[in-house]
């Protein structure tokens, strides 16, 4: 049951997810200058073959202005070998991503912890983005057009976060019915959306994991299950107004049985659900300014984990807006947010150590440190921003911002003041220069479970200070992009109770200790078409990253890899036939328990770890637009195994192996 409960705690604090505001809609101003050239594509599907689905572009970016932003499209992504189709783990290619462990998709980001990293969809918070921690995401490919990838510092309307913002943009509304779905080995799930009228459109969807029955009936200690729903009505109102009403949600359940236990007791790892429901109004003036006014309703719930059962009420609001001025030089935004939470938790009771049942050491101390963290509140949080997106010439533009947040918990109080100014300044043709500077702030930390976060701000916010020196170069004649950063982070009062502890002390003091944490490095990313049928991508990740204590002593964090590297090949071998391989590598970590009091400057690092993705598809033309695929992805066809953790005794580490985690993905997608 220990081994469950780490197993589970760990699964916890790998999968924080926080939240922020939307990618705005608004558009750069014409006189912006434009972006660059994307490398090309693979050529077109042969003439048999259908048309590929509407384009998901990643785009990696220190604004949100576009001119030289990382570009991945829809058909790029499901063809990456490894990504499983789902755009949201796109993002681990990138330069600066590092995985808390092989095949889980929860990350560290320039040294920022997975608690600092927020997730979210068309403006609405996400608590928990993939099903039962290493499964598909909770928002299905077809509902999303693009992902944001802001390292840091982001636009000033994403706040109450000092990591990373993943954003992901909703499909447009489309012109005709249309439709896609899947059928893979554990579930079953697709969306239908089509327009109602000359006004209105109409999206429906959602998944469910038929095969947790099956995997739960095979393998004894093991039962786990999940689904999701989404819908979406849209009409337009007048001319230039649309009302949207946006409805998703997702529930997921985990739990293993210890091996010969007569009773069938289950040590539950996730037991959660969340549901979101957002009404807006959105209306473009003839000026060319932007409006919207939104209200948010939410549920998250958890069961089961450290509390007997976890319920946070969200309402929150928010209004924004845009204006162009100055002829087009200039892109004015702001706007305003609110969100009220209620917490209801019910605590497991005290246990009367006595009694030989009651949970003692780590289990123990994790029970009191949920009744110390998560008492039953109200939380508040209000917040404003403004930016401004000027263009200073047809090559350069600069964006300052400003928010402002506070804070309210338990009778404590906070206030956050995030300034920030990024920059993209043309140097001849090919090559721009990308300065950026910020301050982001949030509160302290916890583990990725829907409704439990840390009540009356303890401790006081974490406070991050960003900033980064990047340059984007297209090459020619060759269609291959290449860009490099040098970056620094450092983040004061963090929270990080995966990078700056370790082992099995799971009280209080692990969740609130506070550091300052620093990291540095160097981002390197290449992609683009070695010839019509062959399409490359690298990335690589040369940091460190370091916690100091309250004491002054500064070691390597827990998670520090020096090395990370992915290098992938897309190829097209026609006739509807697809193929691609992708390596991984990341260096090994500090072969240290870092909580234990004994830890070095320079401590010697557990082994590398190597993987290799593949992935094979062939698809048909169905009728006039529609079209069958077969897909085998597979994460870790090597099987290989990684160093997860260290235990130490008598100054002595004994590395603790992972997996092997593979992901074999067998499907059938259609769509018309």
């Excluded at 809609?25 to 994307?38: I, L, M, R, V, Y």
């Excluded at 998944?207 to 739960?216: D, M, N, P, R, V």
């Excluded at 409006?291 to 309703?297: D, E, T």
């Excluded at 697809?578 to 010697?604: C, I, L, N």
Aim: hydrophobic residues 40%; contains cysteine.
């Amino acid at each position: 049951m220990l081994r469950a409960l780490r197993r589970g705690l760990g699964l916890a604090l790998a999968t924080s997810l926080a939240a922020a505001p939307a990618l705005a809609q608004d558009e750069p101003s014409p006189a912006e200058p434009a972006p660059p050239e994307e490398p090309a594509p693979l050529p077109a599907e042969p003439a048999p073959e259908p048309p590929p689905p509407q384009p998901i572009e990643v785009t990696v970016e220190g604004d949100r202005a576009p001119a030289g932003s990382v570009s991945l499209k829809r058909r790029d992504i499901r063809e990456m070998p490894g990504v499983l189709g789902d755009p949201y783990r796109a993002i681990e290619v990138q330069p600066g991503v590092t995985p808390t462990a092989s095949g889980l998709p929860y990350y560290y980001i320039r040294g920022a912890p997975p608690g600092n990293i927020g997730f979210f969809y068309d403006g609405v918070r996400v608590p928990l983005l993939f099903h039962v921690g290493a499964g598909p995401s909770v928002i299905p490919a077809p509902l999303v057009s693009r992902v944001t990838l802001h390292m840091g510092p982001y636009p000033a309307d994403i706040g109450r976060l000092a990591g990373a913002a993943v954003e992901a943009e909703a499909a447009p509304f489309p012109n005709e019915w249309k439709g896609e779905g899947a059928f893979r080995f554990v579930d079953v799930g697709g969306v239908v959306e089509g327009p109602i009228g000359d006004k209105t459109t109409v999206l429906v969807g959602g998944h469910y994991a038929f095969g947790g029955h099956i995997l739960s009936a095979l393998i004894d200690n093991v039962d786990f299950g999940y689904g999701d729903y989404q819908a979406r009505v849209s009409r337009r109102v007048g001319e230039r107004g649309r009302f949207t009403a946006l409805a998703f949600g997702a529930w997921d359940y985990l739990a293993t049985t210890t091996t010969g236990d007569a009773s069938g007791a289950k040590d539950v790892l996730l037991d959660a659900d969340f549901h979101r429901l957002d009404f807006r109004y959105d209306h473009e003036f003839d000026s060319g300014g932007k409006l919207r006014a939104a209200v948010m309703l939410g549920l998250d719930r958890s069961r089961h984990v450290g509390a007997e059962s976890a319920t946070n009420w969200k309402i929150g609001a928010r209004l924004r807006g845009s204006k162009p001025i100055g002829g087009g030089k200039a892109l004015l935004r702001g706007g305003v947010d609110l969100m009220v939470d209620r917490y209801d938790i019910v605590h497991k009771e005290p246990c009367d150590i006595s009694l030989e049942e009651c949970a003692t050491g780590p289990l123990g101390e994790l029970d009191e440190a949920f009744r110390a963290l998560f008492p039953s509140r109200w939380d508040t949080a209000v917040g404003a921003w403004a930016d401004a997106l000027v263009v200073l010439s047809d090559r350069a533009t600069i964006t300052p911002g400003l928010r402002v947040d506070h804070y309210t918990s338990m009778g404590n109080t906070a206030l956050a003041i995030d300034p920030k100014i990024t920059g993209r300044f043309g140097v001849g043709e090919r090559v721009r220069i990308v300065p950026s500077f910020g301050v982001a702030s949030q509160l302290p930390g916890f583990a990725p479970l829907p409704a439990l976060q840390i009540g009356g701000i303890t401790g006081g916010l974490q406070r991050a200070l960003q900033s980064s020196f990047g340059a984007e170069v297209k090459l020619s004649p060759i269609p291959v992009e290449i860009s490099g950063s040098l970056f620094r982070q450092v983040t004061f009062n963090l929270t990080d109770p995966i990078g700056s502890d370790r082992g099995t002390n799971l009280g209080t003091a692990r969740f609130l200790s506070r550091s300052t944490g620093d990291a540095y490095g160097l981002e390197l990313s290449a992609r683009g078409a070695l010839r019509k049928d062959l399409l490359f991508l690298a990335s690589y990740t040369l940091s460190r990253s370091t916690r100091t204590s309250k004491s002054g002593l500064t070691t390597p964090s827990a998670v520090d890899r020096t090395h990370v590297a992915h290098v992938a090949l897309l190829y097209d071998l026609g006739k509807g036939w697809k193929a691609g391989v992708r390596h991984v590598f990341y260096s090994g970590f500090p072969a240290q328990e870092a909580g234990s009091g004994a830890v070095v400057e320079d401590p010697p690092r557990v082994r590398p770890f190597y993987r290799l993705d593949l992935r094979v598809s062939r698809r048909w033309k169905v009728g006039e637009t529609g079209f069958v695929s077969l897909v085998l992805d597979m994460q870790n066809a090597t099987l290989s195994k990684e160093v997860f953790d260290v235990t130490c005794a008598r100054g002595i580490c004994q590395p603790r192996l992972l997996g092997p985690i593979t992901i074999p993905q067998l499907s059938v997608e259609a769509g018309f």
